[in-house]
T-cell receptor
């Protein structure tokens, strides 16, 4: 699995967009980029994943650079309930996730 | 849809006793189930992967005789921590995948906090 690098923490104002970056410069062609989040003392929650194209769902948007060496998760209108640790994972099948340290996103009122 | 239930959510036990944690996929049949462990202020660490009807595959460094995993049906996997000791105190989380649902996505339970006295 490709190693991913994320900032340890970020802050965002409630109602504003939260843009969480992830570097995966060694990602291989068949590795997807997955994003999960973990709210304190709960199990992780799937957010979104993508291979090459940008993806959007009801929770977030995923922007992957053309060279696939980095990506950005966008929460368009962050709420207090979005405060969590966000994990970016590069994996071929999603069946063996290797969680790094993630980014602690704090949404402030 | 795709709900994974984990029970109990919190358990306290005496050192030397065994504890069983259940993980159920409530509205889908899980092709594969996973067990993770998370120590305070640390990330999740995969312990083992199990497929229904077959033996679990343990990650390096995880004692299979201490952490017994049974995956008897497509909706139930259990993790038994045998002869638990204080160093086994941790947050245990299961997840499940199904090839019939969105491919390659893991659905997680809420976790079980184990405290060994």
């Amino acid at each position: 699995d490709a190693k991913t690098t994320q900032p340890p923490s970020m802050d965002c104002a409630e109602g504003r967009a939260a843009n969480l970056p992830c570097n995966h410069s060694t990602i291989s062609g068949n590795e997807y980029v997955y994003w999960y989040r973990q709210i304190h003392s709960q199990g992780p929650q799937y957010i979104i994943h993508g291979l090459k194209n940008n993806e959007t769902n009801e929770m977030a948007s995923l922007i992957i650079t053309e060279d696939r060496k980095s990506s950005t998760l966008i929460l368009p209108h962050a709420t207090l309930r979005d405060t969590a640790v966000y994990y970016c994972i590069a994996e071929t099948s999603g069946s063996r996730l290797t969680f790094g340290e993630g980014t602690q996103l704090t949404v402030n009122p | 849809g795709a709900v994974v239930s984990q029970h109990p959510s919190w358990v306290i036990c005496k050192s030397g006793t065994s504890v069983k944690i259940e993980c159920r996929s409530l509205d889908f049949q899980a092709t594969t189930m996973f067990w993770y462990r998370q120590f305070p202020k640390q990330s999740l660490m995969l312990m083992a992967t199990s497929n229904e009807g077959s033996k679990a595959t343990y990650e390096q460094g995880v004692e299979k005789d201490k952490f017994l995993i049974n995956h008897a049906s497509l909706t139930l996997s259990t993790l038994t921590v045998t002869s638990a000791h204080p160093e086994d105190s941790s947050f245990y989380i299961c997840s499940a995948t199904s090839l019939r649902l969105a491919k390659n996505i893991q659905y997680f339970g809420a976790g079980t906090r184990l405290s060994v006295l």
